[in-house]
């Protein structure tokens, strides 16, 4: 079965901390995407990758960076995490040229204090 | 460019009563269409997509959605909801002819609740 799988289901950090949230997928897809989820807001994304070592930035990629040095794994890094960065963090794959949607993994809920 | 809204953010609605959650969107390509349904702390899951041939698609547990191109929407119903149907419903569509990597553009959701 096809499987995104997010390292941390719930995380708690403090102000200024680094933080890393981390994603793999056994799928051989090659784009993955990093989205954060608040309410009344949706999903927004943050920054998607479409091979190794490449990134693009998404609609709200400030305070965020990003590394996938294997194909598999994708990396959210808050350089300096704030409250404000609060959320619910969803990874994503898909296959490059495919149109057939994305598969999700099961998110983070991080929480900034 | 594509956009998708969903313009109910919350549908509360009684067991075993019918529900529709409405989308549209707006593109001037053709477009593949899709529904991912959120339970309560959990990612998005695949409900039910369209991409060609028949314009109803259904899923799995009951629910059902219409292609409508002139309407330019994609309404997703269920006949008689059940209190396991509570969670949050995402319509999204890519551009079916496009390739690329970030090709696909979701609403803002709907939450449906079920009640007792």
């Known amino acids: 079965d096809v499987k995104v799988t997010q390292s941390s289901r719930y995380l708690v950090k403090r102000t200024g901390e680094k933080v890393f949230l981390e994603c793999v997928q056994d799928m051989d897809h090659e784009n993955m995407f990093w989205y954060r989820q608040d309410p009344g807001l949706g999903l927004r994304l943050i920054y998607f990758s479409y091979d190794v070592k490449m990134k693009e930035k998404g609609d709200i990629p400030e305070g965020y960076s990003v590394s996938r040095e294997k194909k598999e794994r994708f990396s959210l890094i808050l350089e300096s995490a704030s409250t404000n960065q609060t959320s619910m963090y969803l990874c994503a794959s898909s296959l490059w040229g495919e149109n057939y949607g994305y598969t999700f993994g099961s998110g983070t809920r991080l929480t900034v204090v | 460019a594509q956009s998708v809204t969903q313009l109910d953010s919350q549908v509360p609605v009684f067991e075993e009563a019918p529900v529709e959650l409405r989308c549209n969107y707006s593109?001037?390509?053709?477009?593949?269409l899709f529904w991912y349904v959120q339970y309560p702390n959990q990612g998005l899951q695949l409900l039910l997509k369209y991409l060609s041939g028949s314009t109803l698609v259904e899923s799995i547990n009951g629910f059902e959605a219409e292609f409508n191109k002139s309407q330019t929407s994609f309404h997703l119903r269920k006949p008689s909801v059940h209190i396991s149907d509570t969670a949050e419903y995402f319509c999204a569509v890519s551009l079916g002819a496009q390739t690329g990597a970030n090709n696909l553009f979701f609403g803002t959701g709907t939450r449906l609740t079920v009640i007792p």
């Open positions: 593109s001037s390509v053709s477009v593949y």
